[in-house]
């Protein structure tokens, strides 16, 4: 139990705890489908596709404690193997994407900012408010710069065609 | 002449009712306008012009006769990926030519009217597993897990079933997440739970309009600027009332 708080402060990647973030992710994403309502045989997909872009956000967040970069890095990773995946099974993106992106929504973030809006607190809510308008920004921009990665891919495969 | 004008009337009927399913269903507007088009096309109208909104569309074509446009109203949208998908795929079938007009619209017909979610029950143990693994993922203890998924369950199950009682969106999510507010609180209070903070954070997780905010941004860059700035507007009252929720149980404490 000791090891959940002091995890940061020591620095070293807990084997145990990393499996445990792995496991809740792929359970937690698969639940997620069965919520949107997910075709049956694309629900494990999902979840697999929210496990690999939670250990990017998980992994990134703790060697390098932005939450920022961990949040682009990781929806870029989940937007561009959706839309290969979604290519590939001839189904919407966003079966893949969707619960994959809900873990990396700054809930946590937005939560503390509103209870220090509640106890007066302006200042330091401001401050953790700006946080959460970045990150939010962040998953965005990942958006934006996967599906420019998308186009480029597009474009070369065209071309490679026409050659 | 009669003829043609009939079966112009029946493209567009099965082209609207693509689009409106998949509208209705929680898909992207893009996909909506894409859909339509292709299926105009494969139906030997090439010249097809659509503007949808996530409350409407309109739809037009120009034949070799009178320019017809028609309007649809959506009035509820919900999230079935399910629908979108298979919407998606007839679709390409039509376009590839395997699928007749009649056929299209009986098949069209029946997705529209199918019941494909999964059962009431399952939803609110998936919401519930859904909320408790979150919390372990958002650095809580295990200890929190089972008190997570009770007030994440029951969250759940109170905006469903507000939401049927009282057909404001907005509403519903405040009330839910009062509800798993003070339900954390209780949980705590009476010693089952530890954290709060991590308890109510992931609890409210299967609220949280992360659809509306990934279909939002897509629109956006796909040129959609009203559709786009109108899901994330959605997304944001959505967000506001699920901290206005738990804004009112905290200030109580």
């Given at each position: 139990?000791?090891?959940?708080?002091?995890?940061?402060?020591?620095?070293?990647?807990?084997?145990?705890?990393?499996?445990?973030?792995?496991?809740?992710?792929?359970?937690?994403?698969?639940?997620?489908?069965?919520?949107?309502?997910?075709?049956?045989?694309?629900?494990?997909?999902?979840?697999?596709?929210?496990?690999?872009?939670?250990?990017?956000?998980?992994?990134?967040?703790?060697?390098?404690?932005?939450?920022?970069?961990?949040?682009?890095?990781?929806?870029?990773?989940?937007?561009?193997?959706?839309?290969?995946?979604?290519?590939?099974?001839?189904?919407?993106?966003?079966?893949?994407?969707?619960?994959?992106?809900?873990?990396?929504?700054?809930?946590?973030?937005?939560?503390?900012?509103?209870?220090?809006?509640?106890?007066?607190?302006?200042?330091?809510?401001?401050?953790?408010?700006?946080?959460?308008?970045?990150?939010?920004?962040?998953?965005?921009?990942?958006?934006?710069?996967?599906?420019?990665?998308?186009?480029?891919?597009?474009?070369?495969?065209?071309?490679?065609?026409?050659? | 002449?009669?003829?043609?004008?009939?079966?112009?009337?029946?493209?567009?009927?099965?082209?609207?009712?693509?689009?409106?399913?998949?509208?209705?269903?929680?898909?992207?507007?893009?996909?909506?306008?894409?859909?339509?088009?292709?299926?105009?096309?494969?139906?030997?109208?090439?010249?097809?012009?659509?503007?949808?909104?996530?409350?409407?569309?309109?739809?037009?074509?120009?034949?070799?006769?009178?320019?017809?446009?028609?309007?649809?109203?959506?009035?509820?949208?919900?999230?079935?990926?399910?629908?979108?998908?298979?919407?998606?795929?007839?679709?390409?079938?039509?376009?590839?030519?395997?699928?007749?007009?009649?056929?299209?619209?009986?098949?069209?017909?029946?997705?529209?009217?199918?019941?494909?979610?999964f059962p009431f029950k399952i939803q609110v143990v998936a919401?519930?597993?859904?909320?408790?693994?979150?919390?372990?993922?958002?650095?809580?203890?295990?200890?929190?897990?089972?008190?997570?998924?009770?007030?994440?369950?029951?969250?759940?199950l109170?905006?469903?079933?507000?939401?049927?009682?009282?057909?404001?969106?907005?509403?519903?999510?405040?009330?839910?997440?009062?509800?798993?507010?003070?339900?954390?609180?209780?949980?705590?209070?009476?010693?089952?739970?530890?954290?709060?903070?991590?308890?109510?954070?992931?609890?409210?997780?299967?609220?949280?309009?992360?659809?509306?905010?990934?279909?939002?941004?897509?629109?956006?860059?796909?040129?959609?600027?009203?559709?786009?700035?109108?899901?994330?507007?959605?997304?944001?009252?959505?967000?506001?009332?699920?901290?206005?929720?738990?804004?009112?149980?905290?200030?109580?404490?």
């Amino acid at each position: 139990m000791q090891s959940y708080y002091h995890f940061y402060k020591m620095g070293a990647l807990d084997k145990v705890d990393l499996l445990a973030q792995l496991v809740t992710s792929l359970i937690g994403t698969s639940a997620f489908g069965i919520i949107f309502n997910v075709p049956k045989e694309s629900l494990i997909k999902c979840g697999l596709i929210g496990m690999g872009g939670w250990a990017v956000y998980y992994l990134l967040e703790g060697y390098t404690k932005d939450a920022v970069l961990a949040t682009i890095t990781s929806t870029i990773f989940i937007a561009v193997l959706s839309q290969e995946l979604a290519k590939f099974y001839k189904t919407p993106v966003t079966i893949f994407s969707v619960a994959g992106m809900i873990p990396l929504v700054p809930g946590g973030m937005a939560y503390d900012a509103m209870r220090n809006f509640v106890e007066n607190d302006y200042n330091t809510a401001l401050a953790i408010a700006a946080k959460v308008l970045m990150i939010a920004g962040s998953i965005a921009f990942g958006l934006v710069f996967s599906e420019v990665i998308n186009q480029i891919v597009i474009k070369m495969k065209k071309r490679k065609q026409k050659v | 002449m009669e003829k043609q004008l009939e079966q112009l009337n029946e493209i567009m009927e099965v082209c609207l009712l693509a689009g409106k399913i998949i509208l209705q269903s929680g898909g992207e507007t893009y996909r909506v306008e894409d859909t339509m088009m292709r299926i105009a096309a494969a139906f030997g109208m090439e010249n097809s012009h659509s503007y949808v909104t996530p409350t409407g569309i309109i739809f037009s074509t120009e034949g070799t006769g009178p320019v017809t446009t028609k309007l649809i109203r959506i009035s509820t949208r919900s999230t079935d990926l399910k629908k979108v998908s298979m919407v998606n795929s007839i679709s390409r079938r039509i376009a590839c030519g395997e699928v007749s007009l009649q056929e299209a619209k009986k098949l069209l017909k029946e997705i529209e009217t199918m019941n494909l979610t999964f059962p009431f029950k399952i939803q609110v143990v998936a919401a519930s597993v859904a909320d408790g693994c979150f919390m372990i993922m958002f650095n809580g203890h295990w200890i929190d897990f089972i008190p997570t998924m009770i007030s994440g369950g029951a969250g759940y199950l109170s905006f469903v079933y507000f939401h049927r009682f009282i057909p404001i969106k907005f509403f519903s999510e405040f009330l839910a997440s009062f509800i798993i507010g003070l339900l954390s609180f209780l949980l705590v209070k009476i010693g089952l739970g530890h954290q709060l903070d991590k308890i109510i954070i992931g609890s409210v997780m299967s609220l949280v309009p992360g659809l509306l905010l990934t279909n939002a941004v897509r629109d956006l860059m796909a040129g959609h600027l009203v559709s786009g700035l109108s899901k994330g507007a959605e997304a944001f009252l959505t967000a506001f009332a699920i901290g206005a929720g738990i804004a009112v149980v905290l200030s109580f404490l």
